[in-house]
Structure formats: C-alpha cells, structure tokens
C-alpha cells in the first residue's frame, strides 16, 4: 500500500517554469569564515592579556572587540551551515534566515560593546590612568595585521547578510588597532594619557554608525520587508499593466532570505482560458524588471473575491 503523503523532497522541487531559488543558501565558503574564527580567536587572548597588562583603555577595547568577533563569527560560521540545510516538512521556505538572525545577534552584541567602550572612556576623562605606551604599540601592530587579514577573508564573501555583519565587527577590529597604534605612539612619545580614551570613543562613534546599518538591514529581512531594491507599488502597477489582467489585490513581496524575493498575489482577470499566457508574461516581466523570479499567483474572475 502507498502512503498518502509525498516525500518533502518531491514537494520542494522546482519544475520547469517555478523559480530558480532552492531554499538553500548556495555560494557559501565555510573555509572563509573558519579561518577567520581561528585568526581571531587567536588574537582575542592576546590582546585581553596585553590590554590589562599595559591598563590601555584603546587596547582593552580593542581586544573587547575581537571577543565579540570571535563569537560573531562563530555564530555566523554555524548560521552559514544551518542555511546550507535544504528545507524540511517543518521549515518548507529552508533556513536562509539564519543568517539574518545571526546578523541581528551580532549587530546588538556590538552595540552592547560600544556602549561599554563609552563608558569606559568617560571615566578615564574624569580620572586618566597610566598607561604603557611601547607595550599597546606593539600588540597593536600585530593586531592591525590580523584584522587586515580577516577582513580580507570575509570580504570576498559578500553574497551574505550575515557574512557583511561579521565584516563590520572586523572593520571595527581594525579602526581599534589603529586607535590603539596611535594611541600608544603618542602616549610612548608624549605621555599624553587622554588620548586613549578620546581615540576609542572615535572608533566607537564609527563602529555604531555600520552597526546600525546592519542592524537595520537584518531586522528589515527577518520582518519580511519589501526588499530596498523593489518598489512595491511599480510592481503592483507593472503587473496590472499586462495584457488580460483586471485588477491585483491581496499582493506581497518580501525576502525568503537575503537576496531572495518572492511575490505572492490574487488577480482578476478577463478570461481564465488565457491565464496561462497572461502567467507566462507576468513571470518574464517580473524577472527582468524587477528582478523577482520566485512568484506565486491565484487568478480570480470577476466578482469571486466577493462572493468568497
């Protein structure tokens, strides 16, 4: 006897004519993020040590920051394997969205240390504290060529939401190595201690502006936002524009995962005989127009909208 239900794989395929996305985020290098969990891992215990031991606001910040990016980019490396996985009976769109999710995580985790960072400096402000300048100078130097060595690892992987949101914890990595090189120079040269914290609230000032970027970017997917490159209303014009085509309603375009859309809609039109012509064009148009080919719509006469 056969059973009633049809494997999830056979329900999950595309067919001549569906879109080209699978559900499963394709184009991902797990090396690429691997590598840069070992690089900064590696360094994070470094530079924690060496940023207490010279009592370096610059440094500990800096060293707070590559903590936070060790985790940042150990979760976007197992978020990057969880949206590999195909889709499921229970997760028939797959999981794409972890990376969105993770990049949401990480984008509040960074605001969390900015805000640690700014505190921090005003206390230092209040009451400067030594500092040894030659020690801060040196381990960020080598600090600076880790993150210049990570970043260049994740920024050939910009297909990612998630991977970008890794980036810009790099990024912030990299300004606070900078800040925390000028900063022992100066202090080794001059003893001038306020800059220390006056550099890390500069880096700090810089970091929040692309985590919010981010922030907003990952929140937008996970809310099922209309993507920022398609206008909702010209399609909806576009589409009702089309030869046979009465009238659209109850129309949504949202992201499956980053880079992704997919439109549903319900359409009156003149003649269900010529629905499958009037589907045929609709779909090209969506595809070279707006760039959507995962589409979904249900032809209505008219009057049957009303009468449901």
């Given at each position: 006897?056969?059973?009633?239900?049809?494997?999830?794989?056979?329900?999950?395929?595309?067919?001549?004519?569906?879109?080209?996305?699978?559900?499963?985020?394709?184009?991902r290098?797990?090396?690429?993020?691997?590598?840069?969990?070992l690089?900064?891992?590696?360094?994070?215990?470094v530079?924690?040590i060496?940023?207490?031991?010279?009592?370096?606001?610059?440094l500990?910040s800096?060293a707070?920051?590559?903590?936070?990016?060790?985790?940042?980019?150990?979760?976007?490396?197992?978020?990057?394997?969880?949206?590999?996985?195909?889709?499921?009976?229970?997760?028939?769109?797959?999981?794409?969205?972890?990376?969105?999710?993770?990049a949401?995580?990480?984008?509040l985790?960074?605001?969390?240390?900015?805000?640690?960072?700014?505190?921090?400096?005003?206390?230092?402000?209040?009451?400067p504290?030594?500092v040894?300048?030659?020690?801060?100078?040196?381990?960020?130097?080598?600090?600076?060529?880790?993150?210049?060595?990570?970043?260049?690892?994740?920024?050939?992987?910009?297909k990612?939401?998630?991977?970008?949101?890794?980036?810009?914890?790099?990024?912030?990595?990299?300004?606070?190595?900078?800040a925390?090189l000028?900063?022992?120079?100066?202090?080794?040269?001059t003893?001038?201690?306020?800059?220390?914290?006056?550099?890390s609230?500069?880096?700090?000032?810089?970091?929040?502006?692309?985590?919010?970027?981010?922030?907003g970017e990952?929140?937008?997917?996970?809310?099922?936002?209309?993507?920022h490159?398609?206008?909702?209303?010209?399609?909806?014009?576009?589409?009702?524009?089309?030869k046979g085509?009465l009238?659209v309603?109850?129309?949504?375009?949202?992201?499956?995962?980053?880079?992704?859309?997919?439109?549903?809609?319900?359409?009156?039109?003149?003649?269900l005989?010529?629905?499958?012509?009037?589907?045929?064009?609709?779909?090209?148009?969506?595809?070279?127009?707006?760039?959507?080919?995962?589409?979904?719509?249900?032809?209505?006469?008219?009057?049957?909208?009303?009468?449901?």
């Amino acid at each position: 006897m056969h059973s009633k239900h049809q494997p999830s794989s056979h329900l999950h395929a595309h067919r001549a004519g569906d879109s080209s996305h699978h559900h499963v985020a394709e184009g991902r290098s797990p090396k690429i993020l691997a590598g840069s969990v070992l690089l900064t891992l590696f360094f994070a215990a470094v530079e924690v040590i060496a940023g207490f031991w010279s009592n370096s606001l610059a440094l500990i910040s800096d060293a707070g920051h590559m903590i936070t990016d060790s985790t940042a980019l150990g979760l976007a490396l197992l978020a990057q394997y969880i949206a590999s996985r195909p889709p499921s009976p229970r997760h028939s769109f797959g999981f794409g969205r972890a990376e969105a999710l993770a990049a949401l995580i990480n984008a509040l985790a960074m605001l969390g240390v900015v805000g640690w960072i700014a505190f921090e400096a005003v206390q230092r402000f209040a009451a400067p504290e030594p500092v040894q300048g030659k020690t801060v100078f040196v381990v960020a130097a080598i600090g600076l060529v880790i993150n210049l060595m990570v970043a260049w690892l994740l920024s050939r992987d910009q297909k990612s939401v998630n991977t970008r949101a890794a980036l810009v914890h790099v990024i912030g990595d990299l300004l606070g190595s900078v800040a925390a090189l000028v900063a022992g120079a100066v202090i080794y040269l001059t003893g001038w201690l306020t800059i220390d914290p006056l550099l890390s609230l500069a880096v700090s000032g810089l970091i929040l502006k692309s985590t919010i970027g981010v922030l907003g970017e990952s929140y937008h997917v996970l809310m099922e936002g209309v993507p920022h490159d398609i206008d909702y209303l010209k399609v909806g014009d576009d589409i009702a524009a089309i030869k046979g085509v009465l009238s659209v309603h109850d129309l949504h375009v949202w992201e499956m995962s980053a880079g992704h859309p997919a439109l549903i809609g319900h359409l009156e039109v003149r003649d269900l005989q010529e629905w499958p012509t009037v589907l045929r064009q609709i779909k090209a148009m969506l595809v070279e127009k707006h760039g959507i080919d995962h589409v979904t719509l249900q032809p209505e006469m008219p009057g049957m909208a009303e009468g449901s």
